[in-house]
């Protein structure tokens, strides 16, 4: 298991941008594939974006997809995601998660951290 913390969330006009953090407490961090999903009120959790552990490949939503950019910094044990055009529909809890293992299976992640709120307003 891996501790994640989020940060970076808040309340933006629709039209803006946030970049979300998350730093992990792994020893190892390049053993693990990141990720960040999202829950809106009343939804199931969905997959946003993942990135393997060198950060060379990545993995987008449809509904993300040319606004959302997912990075790493390795030697920070950080995972960004920086989300432009933000929309009405983008508003959720964003949460971080880590797996060993591909990147492109999202289904399996184990780790997960608290979550960040965004909110995107009209």
């Known amino acids: 298991q891996v501790e994640l913390v989020e940060s970076g969330g808040g309340l933006v006009q629709a039209g803006g941008s946030l970049r979300l953090s998350c730093v992990a407490s792994?020893?190892?961090?390049?053993?693990?594939?990141m990720g960040w999903f999202r829950q809106a009120p009343g939804k199931e959790r969905e997959f946003v974006a993942t990135?393997?552990?060198?950060?060379?490949?990545?993995y987008y939503a449809d509904s993300v997809k040319g606004r959302f950019t997912i990075s790493r910094d390795n030697a920070k044990n950080t995972v960004y995601l920086q989300m432009n055009s933000l929309k009405l529909e983008d508003t959720a809890v964003y949460y971080c998660?880590?797996?060993?293992?591909?990147?492109?299976?999202?289904?399996?992640?184990?780790?997960w951290g608290q979550g960040t709120q965004v909110t995107v307003s009209a």
């Open positions: 990135i393997s552990w060198s950060g060379l490949r990545t």
């Open positions: 998660a880590a797996k060993r293992g591909t990147y492109y299976l999202v289904s399996d992640f184990g780790s």
């Open positions: 792994a020893r190892t961090f390049t053993e693990y594939a």
